[in-house]
């Protein structure tokens, strides 16, 4: 079974402008998760997503959002970058039974670079 | 609310020699515990959870981790460190029950050497 993966792997952009990032879960993962991780902070919870809705959201301005599809597939926006922004962004999926949540699998992540 | 404290940014062992990262966890509902390695470059693999069953967990790799309650610890050992066990790990704790949303300590290099 393939693993969670993420596009892009990596990314540039500049202060100001605004950037989507993919996720695609494990089959059968109906939870998606994003994390952010920075040398400073570590590893931040961003949100996490289930059929569609946005069940839990961290402590992140506004400026991030995202969205699960039908598929599961899931997306993330950041609008208006800056460079605190750079980070190594990573999502993770698990498998939810009869609403009981399985560990969290990881994707490689996208190193977004803001200069 | 949930915390977690990984006493040791930097954890350096000779080859073969036992490896113990220490975890200490705060949670005001039963947690969820979770050890999870990041090699360079790469995303998070889990190493093992704790999920209320048994309270020695063993996972991939030959490590394991012991669940106390009474020490609110949950550290991770291997008898016999190899090289390729240099990586960064990160303990993790989230609620049994609800929300999915994981919490991290700050994690552990771990030096292997030769």
């Known amino acids: 079974k393939a693993g969670v993966t993420q596009t892009p792997r990596y990314l540039i952009k500049t202060r100001g402008q605004q950037v989507t990032l993919s996720c695609s879960p494990i089959s059968g993962h109906r939870s998606v998760s994003w994390y952010q991780q920075t040398p400073g902070q570590g590893l931040q919870f961003l949100f996490e997503y289930f059929s569609e809705t946005q069940r839990n959201k961290g402590n992140f301005p506004g400026r991030f959002s995202g969205r699960q599809f039908s598929n599961s597939r899931s997306e993330m926006n950041v609008s208006t970058l800056e460079l605190g922004d750079s980070a190594l962004y990573l999502c993770?999926?698990?498998?939810?039974?009869?609403?009981?949540?399985?560990?969290?699998?990881f994707g490689p992540g996208t190193r977004l670079t803001v200069l | 609310a949930q915390s977690v404290t990984q006493l040791g940014s930097h954890v350096s062992v000779s080859e073969g020699a036992l490896v113990l990262l220490r975890c200490n966890y705060s949670s005001s509902v039963p947690p969820y515990l979770f050890w999870y390695v990041q090699y360079p470059n790469q995303g998070l693999q889990l190493l093992l959870k704790?999920?209320?069953?048994?309270?020695l967990v063993k996972g991939i790799n030959g490590f394991e981790a012991e669940f106390k309650k009474s020490e609110t610890s949950f550290h991770l050992t291997k008898p016999s460190a190899h090289m390729s066990d240099a990586a960064e790990y990160f303990c993790?704790?989230?609620?049994?029950?609800?929300?999915?949303?994981?919490?991290f300590g700050q994690g552990t290099r771990l030096t292997i050497n030769p």
């Open positions: 993790a704790v989230r609620r049994a029950q609800g929300a999915q949303k994981l919490v």
């Open positions: 704790y999920t209320s069953a048994a309270t």
């Open positions: 993770a999926s698990s498998l939810v039974i009869q609403g009981n949540y399985n560990e969290q699998f």
